[in-house]
């Protein structure tokens, strides 16, 4: 089974902290993904990632950043935290096959954050 | 991605099977009808996908209508576990960087 561990469940940081968030899957994927839910809004992505140093910004990158310098690893970091970047966090990882990503992403079990 | 329509909530009887209609009349043929669920506080969960043929897996079964505009996701002997918010999906396989957008959904509940 295809396994994505995000590194803490909860988390509660003042607000102006740095915060990184890591996640980690253990399937080989080329593709990583953070999004962000809130209620009445859905998912929403920050980042993506479809290799080892490769980024790309997603619908709502700003305040955020990402780095992935292994392959399993993808990591989020909120620069200097806010009270509206309170939300779960969601970390999800797929595969390409033969040059098509099959839409199967396969998420972590999410990071409650609370900036205070 | 086509868009679709699911029944905001349904209640299921534990142990009966449930049927989850989901409406995607403008969808086009390569496009792929997607199954995920999302039990509360949790992560998103990949259920099952198809093209044209009815699929099964482990966790469900998948009919497509012969039009593909409609599709019905069943769990076959709900449980309590299955209490969830099921969202379908239309899009079409391509290259790196897909989103997922999930719509309202449908909230499940299994009743004892």
């Known amino acids: 089974d295809v396994k994505v561990t995000q590194s803490s469940r909860y988390l509660v940081k003042r607000t102006g902290e740095k915060v990184f968030l890591e996640c980690v899957q253990d399937?080989?994927?080329?593709?990583m993904f953070w999004y962000r839910q809130d209620p009445g809004l859905g998912l929403r992505l920050i980042y993506f990632s479809y290799d080892v140093k490769m980024k790309e910004k997603g619908d709502i990158p700003e305040g955020y950043s990402v780095s992935r310098e292994k392959k399993e690893r993808f990591s989020l970091i909120l620069e200097s935290a806010s009270t509206n970047q309170t939300s779960m966090y969601l970390c999800?990882?797929?595969?390409?096959?033969?040059?098509?990503?099959?839409?199967?992403?396969?998420f972590g079990a999410g990071t409650r954050l609370s900036v205070l | 991605d086509a868009k679709t329509t699911q029944p905001p909530s349904m209640d299921c009887a534990e142990g009966r099977a449930a049927n989850l209609p989901c409406n995607h009349s403008t969808i086009s043929g390569n496009e792929y009808v997607y199954w995920y669920r999302q039990i509360h506080s949790q992560g998103p969960q990949y259920i099952i996908h198809?093209?044209?043929n009815n699929e099964t897996n482990e966790m469900a079964s998948l009919i497509i209508t012969e039009d593909r505009k409609s599709s019905t996701l069943i769990l076959p002997h709900a449980t309590l576990r299955d209490t969830a918010v099921y969202y379908c999906i239309v899009r079409v396989a391509k290259a790196a960087g897909n989103k997922l957008t999930f719509g309202g959904g449908t909230r499940v509940l299994v009743k004892p």
């Open positions: 999800a990882s797929s595969l390409t096959s033969g040059g098509l990503a099959k839409n199967i992403q396969y």
């Open positions: 399937m080989d994927h080329e593709n």
């Open positions: 198809g093209l044209k």
